[in-house]
């Protein structure tokens, strides 16, 4: 059997210290997963069962890249994420096996048209062209839990062109990375090569062509990502 056209190139991110890269299956995201950014985004952070998003497994950006501003939008905002990588799925996973999966976690930065977002979410239409567009899921080296665990706290931080804009800490997230994927589990087979995007803490701002943004977390190094012209 072959394709009637070329199938498109496997998707995938790279590994800290190696040549080899992760191939990316799906890109699972989280919503207000930090009370003080529920906040600020106008929504009660109580404790709501975690909703989630997706974005294509070829939006991945690599550390170090120009991304170029989008179009249709005026308000393309940065949000850095903890990223974790499962090396195994399957569905209804217990919150006390889920870490069993994880492959490894990376620094992250979940770009968003928020304009689109926000009109989409106040229409009761989809997220996806506010959140899912090309190149909007930056996703630094992987770094396998055999080298770094399971961090479920420590700071995470942003700058835009050395200013500060996110300050927070891991043990901040209203759900663990265990409850995600149990979470998860229930609503979709979750297989290897899934990539978890695990919320952004308060802060979130706009960028604008020429800046430079900066997502560290303690243990997993940063990523460095330039906001090209327009598209
Ligand atoms: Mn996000």
Redesign the pocket.
Known sequence: MGYVIDPAPQASVAVAGSEDRFPVRRIY???RNYAAHAREMGKDPDREPPFFFAKPANAVVDDNETVAYPPQTENFHY?A?LIVALASGGVNIPEDEAESHIWGYAVGN?L?RRDIQLKARDQGRPWDMG?GFDRSAVIGPLHPVSEVGHPSKGSIKLTVNGEVKQDADLEELIWSVPEIISYLSGLVELKAGDVI?T??PAGVGAMVPGDVCVVSIDGLGQITTTIGPKA
Do not use: A, H, P, R
Request: hydrophobic residues 20%; aromatic residues 0%.
């Open positions: 995201c989280v919503g949000e994420e979940d968003t959140k995007m919320g952004t």
